[in-house]
């Protein structure tokens, strides 16, 4: 079977060997040695100041939203992970959805300004398939309207929008290490920031908010992660240049044997350099997205709708409201398979199926 992604393993005797080091410790958890050095490394490798390690991609939005003492009604993307208006909701905010740009699927900044009411506190928006949103864009309505701005930029891991790691932008930037994602530590996560101030509240957040057996701050909780996700951090970092490299061939190849002239792929920033985390392509229409995700799956390749379906549609949002752009979108992507070791005669293959299938 070839599924959209599958996990990359490093060597097997380097993570025994950081397993044997946990072992003679005996410290497991609770800012370990360990889970300091990948912090380091990390702050290193995408060259920013703060970062926090964190047991997933999805905790860390919650603190994001916590720490910033966010309230009241959050402008965000309807095409996202529902991790990223759950996060919202498990907040006690409203999420209110901005429809997409339809050339790059990010939060599209021209109609946001519409959606601001006295309410209004923060922006929350993704930057989809690791493509940059308008950053500028966004930091210009955030700034005149007194908001804050987080990222999920847990698809970005890697990027580098002018220079600097995408990571770095908003208030707080936050990004997945779950196994699916471009670098991974099974489960994990980070809150990236820009505010010094903000130094020691993330680290009390995440660790209940007390300091010591004596010194109890504010209600935080436990958004730890432990020596074992740490160790396979360590062991996968050093490879994600090769990783992306990798995925850059494969998505080379795609690009050269797919038929244009009938799919489409979002638009990517010329800005940047790419991590290439997602194969997206549209279809003309669902039906013909579906056909070909039947034919796929006759042969045991498995694409996968994302993102799908558009989150203003789901019906335990407190507010229905239309995006007409993101629910076509959603309702007509499919990412294909995309993983260091994809044979090319797989994507040759998985090509021609979808070649073969694009008339109705
Ligand atoms: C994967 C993902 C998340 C959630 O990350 P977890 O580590 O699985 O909690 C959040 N937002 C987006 C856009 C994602 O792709």
Not at 307 to 331: G, H, W
Request: hydrophobic share 40%; glycine share 4%; with cysteine.
């Amino acid at each position: 079977m070839i599924n959209v992604t599958k996990t990359f393993l490093p060597d097997q005797e380097k993570y025994l060997q950081y397993v044997r080091e946990i072992w003679e410790r005996g410290y497991l958890t609770n800012n370990g040695p360990l889970l300091q050095e990948l912090e380091v490394q990390l702050k290193d490798y995408l060259g920013v100041e703060y970062l926090y390690f964190c047991g997933n991609g999805t905790i860390v939005l919650q603190i994001a939203i916590k720490a910033l003492e966010i309230e009241g009604e959050v402008i965000t993307t309807p095409f996202s992970y529902c991790a990223t208006s759950n996060a919202i909701l498990w907040e006690h905010c409203t999420p209110v959805f901005v429809d997409i740009d339809a050339q790059t699927f990010n939060i599209n900044p021209h109609l946001i300004e519409a959606s601001i009411t006295p309410a209004t506190t923060a922006i929350l928006a993704t930057h989809v398939y690791g493509n940059p949103c308008d950053v500028e864009e966004i930091e210009k309505i955030a700034k005149k309207h007194n908001l804050k701005v987080i990222y999920d930029a847990a698809h970005a891991f890697g990027v580098i929008y002018k220079n600097r790691s995408l990571l770095s932008y908003g208030d707080i930037s936050t990004c997945s290490f779950h196994a699916t994602k471009v670098f991974h530590t099974i489960e994990g996560g980070a809150l990236i920031s820009n505010h010094p101030e903000l130094d020691k509240k993330l680290h009390l957040l995440r660790a209940f908010g007390h300091q010591g057996d004596e010194s109890y701050h504010f209600a935080g909780i436990n958004g730890k992660n432990s020596e074992f996700h740490a160790a396979m951090g360590l062991c996968n970092l050093p490879h994600v240049p090769e990783i992306i490299a990798a995925r850059k061939d494969i998505f080379n190849d795609y690009d050269s044997l797919l038929n244009w002239n009938i799919l489409e792929k979002p638009v990517m920033n010329k800005d940047m350099e790419y991590n290439y985390a997602y194969y997206p392509v549209v279809f003309p229409n669902e039906k013909i997205m579906k056909n070909v995700m039947e034919a796929l799956r006759l042969e045991d390749i498995i694409p996968r709708r994302y993102f799908y379906p558009s989150l203003n549609t789901l019906t335990f949002m407190p507010r229905q409201i239309a995006c007409p752009v993101s629910e076509d979108i959603s309702e007509r992507v499919l990412c294909l398979p995309l993983f260091v070791g994809l044979p090319h005669s797989d994507i040759e293959r998985i090509s021609a199926i979808i070649n073969g299938h694009l008339l109705p």
